[in-house]
């Protein structure tokens, strides 16, 4: 149950201060019973919203009712979908909190993210020897091969520098074919 208005002010806040004056600035008024509809002049307290933020912040504190809270809240987050592996194809039953989960299981996850580049024999744009890349946009053989080129640029169009070359309009380096 949510909050209750009077006036287009929140009713708590209303009743708190006909019934035990004016409520302090940065200060909140606080339902005892943690009941949003009970505004019994009782049942409301001011304190500082510090203190207050303290009090309700799940997680941050050792109460067993807030750790119930925010464990019903994954759990209703957990609901049981149904999915197909991305690597191995076969269905599955996913209970990730967010979108449903891609991998039947971590060997699938890891098989899949293995086998993303295959390891291949080059020909360095620097050097012109020949070394073997381990990763896709792999291009030189070493750091020192790597140092030398000259197809980097460190300032963009947008942050006031020239715009990127591509290899096509480099001399001494050909494109991929």
């Not at 209750?4 to 004056?21: F, L, N, T, W």
């Not at 899949?112 to 360095?124: A, Q, V």
Request: some cysteine; aromatic content about 8%.
């Amino acid at each position: 149950m949510g909050y209750k208005y009077i006036g287009g002010r929140y009713a708590h806040r209303v009743i708190y201060e006909q019934r035990k004056g004016p409520i302090p600035k940065g200060w909140v008024v606080h339902h005892k019973d943690e009941d949003k509809g009970n505004n019994d002049p009782d049942n409301l307290e001011a304190m500082p919203r510090k203190e207050h933020q303290r009090l309700h912040a799940t997680g941050r504190t050792n109460s067993d009712a807030q750790k119930a809270a925010a464990n019903r809240t994954l759990e209703s987050l957990r609901t049981p979908k149904p999915a197909k592996c991305i690597q191995c194809q076969a269905d599955f039953v996913s209970t990730s909190a967010g979108e449903v989960g891609k991998f039947c299981s971590r060997t699938c996850l890891e098989t899949w993210r293995s086998n993303k580049f295959t390891p291949e024999l080059r020909s360095c744009f620097v050097c012109e020897g020949e070394y073997l890349a381990k990763k896709r946009f792999q291009r030189y053989c070493c750091k020192q091969c790597n140092n030398k080129s000259t197809v980097r640029t460190y300032r963009t169009e947008a942050t006031g520098g020239t715009a990127r070359r591509t290899l096509a309009q480099l001399g001494d380096i050909q494109p991929d074919g």
